[in-house]
């Protein structure tokens, strides 16, 4: 089509060297430049690109720094057997697996991304064996997995409960003569299908702290007396204590079926012919501190359970239930070594 000039009269067709018109040809070398940048883009080997992708946030590389300081949410875990092959490095491998990191996360420990940095800083281990590549396989079900030494927690059927023991309960799941037990307190958890049984006993005098549990390798070594696992009490004594009671205490008290010394003595008040005092010891025979200061001339007429290990009465009301913590559960695993 030929052009006009500002008057509206035709001007003469313009025509390329080669008879072509003008904008039809810059068109198509537009076309054919877009097609090469579009080639260029998918393939970086196209035009001299990179033959690796730059991450778009960067370099992907987990922080160590930020692994190093980052809080610890591990849970402690069951024991567990392995048997699963090793890769060169020694940490256990399983080519079908689920990625370390993801177990991590899924077990609460950290995010993902945390979990990463968490490996990077040589805080995780597998089956002994610290890991710091990642993307490691592993099988949940049979790796024993350990951040800062704390086994953690996979199976989430597991179940830790902290009880308040009322005084005048038995320490017992039933009760053929139809005493108020602590089985009465989780019949419900029971009959939902939780198979609960407590951690040694409370004389039913005694009121306070008893942990329920269905772990029975972590329940069996908190009631083994070579794990030595430290109970405090709370006793209100009849009579006022001398000062040099405690001494007397951690050197030892004989009784009948052997010698018994505490871990620490502490008057807590002394007051018209009563003491309130704080005890700990490792001992788990029966009524043993009702025993010991028997023995010493201090009757107990009113003892409170407190602690067993890190894990505390608290608040807690009498005939409650809570489950424990994460860092709670964690201690008790490794005070009894798993």
Partial sequence: MASASRDGTPGPRKKSARGQNTGKTTRKAGAKGAGAKGAAKRNPQVAGGSTKKTHRKGSSKPDVTSGKVRLNNAKPARHQNVDVQATES???????????????????????????ELIAAGRVEVDGEVVTEQGLRIDPDTAVIRV????????????????????????????????????????????????????????????????????????????????????????????EVPRSLGRVLKGGVELEDGPVSVDSFTPVEVHEGQSLVRITLHEGRNRIVRRMMEEVGFPVTA????????????????????????????????????
């Fill in 90 to 116: 020694g940490a256990t491998y399983v080519s079908d697996g689920v990625r370390l990191q993801k177990v991590l996360a899924a077990a609460g420990v950290a995010s993902r991304r945390g979990a990463e």
């Fill in 148 to 239: 800062d030494g704390a086994r953690v927690i996979i199976d989430e059927d597991k179940q830790y409960l902290a009880l308040n023991k009322p005084k005048g309960w038995q320490s017992t799941m039933s009760d053929d003569q139809g005493r108020p037990c602590v089985g009465d307190i989780v019949a419900e958890r029971v009959m939902a299908g939780q198979r609960l049984f407590h951690v040694g006993r409370l004389d039913a005098d005694t009121e306070g702290l008893l942990l329920l549990t269905n772990d029975g390798e972590l329940a069996h070594r908190l009631m083994h007396p070579s794990y030595e696992i430290p109970k405090t009490y709370l006793a209100t004594l009849r009579g």
């Fill in 303 to 338: 003892l409170v359970r407190t602690h067993v290990g890190a894990v505390a009465l608290g608040e807690q009301r009498p005939g409650s239930l809570r489950v424990l913590g994460k860092n709670e559960v964690g201690a008790l695993y490794k005070a009894v070594g798993l």
